[in-house]
């Protein structure tokens, strides 16, 4: 999957955050993509913008009519995620959502059911997210979890004990132990986790 409106903003990612490792980067928003084809959502949560590189590979797999809510608590990426979004065809299919990941979803509870939900945030809230993104995926929904092996830290013979590395191995054990759920989890950049609602 090749995108000039992509390859622009993985230039302006690099030009104008302080971290632009933190973007999704080719392979994993081809396999995004892939993931939206296959599953075909018609209803997508995106917990964690950045610069919209993800949420636009998997707005470029919707089905008609499918639509992403994604969620930022950075307002200053706003212009840059907007105008990212306009380049590549896709504004029409997502909504920006500035502000708190937590507070939005649980505002949501009982209103909308997703059928995919992607995590990609704060690192210390992810088993939050996780119980929150539950609540919100319809059954046989799917939840994927980005950075789920954090560099190797998570394996490590001594694992780190920094609150980011805490929350992705509470995340690991919560989604591996969780009876309602089905997990798989793949090396690809730093870890991809693929969770489906029983």
């Known amino acids: 999957m090749h995108s000039e409106a992509l390859d622009w903003l993985e230039r302006q990612t690099n ?3 302080n971290y632009p490792r933190m973007l999704s980067g ?4 081809a396999f995004l993509y892939m993931l939206a084809r296959m599953i075909s959502p018609h209803d997508v949560l995106e917990i964690g913008t950045f610069t919209g590189y993800s949420a636009i590979c998997m707005a470029l797999g919707l089905p008609e009519g499918g639509h992403i809510d994604t969620l930022e608590i950075n307002d200053e990426l706003e212009d840059l995620i907007c105008e990212g979004f306009e380049r590549a065809g896709v504004a ?3 909504s920006l959502h500035i502000g708190d990941a937590l507070e939005f ?13 992607f995590i990609d945030a704060n690192k210390r809230e992810y088993p939050e997210y996780f119980e ?3 609540a919100l995926t319809r059954t046989g929904g799917f939840i994927l979890a980005d950075d789920v092996l954090w560099d190797g830290k998570v394996y490590a013979d001594n694992v780190p004990g920094d609150k980011q590395t805490s929350g992705i191995v509470r995340f690991n054990d919560m989604a591996a132990g969780d009876p ?3 997990t798989v989890m793949l090396p690809i950049r730093h870890g991809l986790g693929i969770i489906r609602k029983k």
């Open 15 to 17: 030009i104008r955050t």
């Open 26 to 29: 080719r392979t994993q928003g």
């Open 92 to 94: 029409g299919k997502i």
């Open 105 to 117: 979803m649980r505002a949501q509870q009982g209103k909308v059911s997703y059928d995919m939900v």
């Open 132 to 134: 929150s993104a539950l």
């Open 180 to 182: 309602r759920v089905e």
